[in-house]
């Protein structure tokens, strides 16, 4: 079968896209297109926000290719432009079926259901979507038969919304192919603007915490699992090969914590000669100083680590499962070590007072690293987050686009989404505008593209400021 698969259209609009510069791949879509394409059908995809396609022309594109079934991957804050891609494709192109996947349908199925999807595809996608396809070309859109596919949800013919039995895990990740990278526009990605030789992996999936804010436990499983280093290193290979890649980021959220498979891949990589370097995620409970010294002395160019709170209360509270000693620990290390380090913090705990927020701030200045992240919590479906901000009506904003944790969308028990909004520009205002960090930046040549991001960012929300006392 023709199969097309895409993100939603017009999503380049969007916070992580506009304010960043920078340009992912899809790698889902790209894992699935390798899964079906293996299979013997033949796929298109379509990755518009790279591309920065409009809704107009996606359909004009679609339409052009004439697939028999397409799919469309949605998250959370992309699912309403996704809602309205499907509205057009059904009026241009009725009789073709669409099915959704992601984690927003994952949970929000029925409410993709009502939008206009005729299947939705739960959890991990690559063989539910290849069992699907199959179905769907050897018996069409039988009732019956899609019963009998594991992992999707749809309306049978009396309307009712049918949910199958959820499809286990993948338990052997080498047997997949490597994500379809060939349909898609390699030369395309950037970070900051700037088109670089960069490739993404993803070399494990899973997570056993199970923090009440994070998706991925939840999505992904409670069990890492994770893929062989032989396999990852074959792969990066293959992309320095075939696409002149000079650095990997590893989309895992943490990776570090299999040391067996990062002293194998990394033995992999030097003994193919492989000049490259990588970003990971890590944990600081997972990191000693020698440990640091071997990844930064191997390739490692940076990490990136969850710190969340400066409350060990609240670490405590949302299942993180790490002590504030070992976050000023690793950090020390990091700055003997000279190594680069993003800390990430979450602002605007239900719980929280604006002092605790405060706090917070003030703690990653103490840890002081390369780069800092700060985000106001969102309660995705999903998470228990979410179920705790349903119970007690505190979403103030149900628009799923501003669900980007740049704009607040939830109060807390002690202070408003606004008072949040605010929050946020005083932690970046605090962190960034210190002549300590402006001085190491400027050293380090870095201060100009991390302050076109800055400055962009803080004239948009000053803007919506001044734009709602006007109104």
Known sequence: MKVLLALPPDIHHLEIYRITGMNAPPLGLA???????????????IDTPTLKITLKDFIAEVKSWSPDIIGISLQTPTAPKGYRAILELKKELPDVPI?????????????ALNNGADVVVRGEGEYTALELVNTIESKGMDFNELKKVDGIAFRDRDGKVVV????????DLDELPWPARHLL???KYTLFNKP?????IMASRGCPYGCMYCITSYYWGRKIRFRSAENVVREIEHLVEKYNVRQVVFSDDELVVNRKFMYDMIRGLKERGLDVTFACGARVDHVDREYLKFLYDSGCIALYFGVESASQATIDRIGKRITLDQALKVFQWIKELKGFATGSFILGFPWETIDDMKKTVDFAI???PSYAQF????PYPGTPLFELAVKNNLIVDWNWEHFTTVKPVMRGFHFTAEQLGKMIMYAYRKFYIRFSFLWRELKAGRLKDLFSIITREIGRMLSEVFTKQGA
Request: glycine share 6%.
């Open 196 to 200: 670089i030789r960069i490739a993404h």
């Open 366 to 368: 103490k840890l002081d």
């Open 185 to 187: 526009p390699m030369d």
């Open 31 to 45: 894992w699935i297109a390798a899964v079906l394409e293996q299979s013997g059908h033949k796929v298109k995809i």
């Open 164 to 171: 199958t039995k959820p499809r286990p895990f993948i338990h």
């Open 375 to 378: 985000t106001v919590l969102t």
């Open 99 to 111: 099915v959704v996947g992601g984690t927003h349908p994952t949970y929000m199925y029925e409410e």
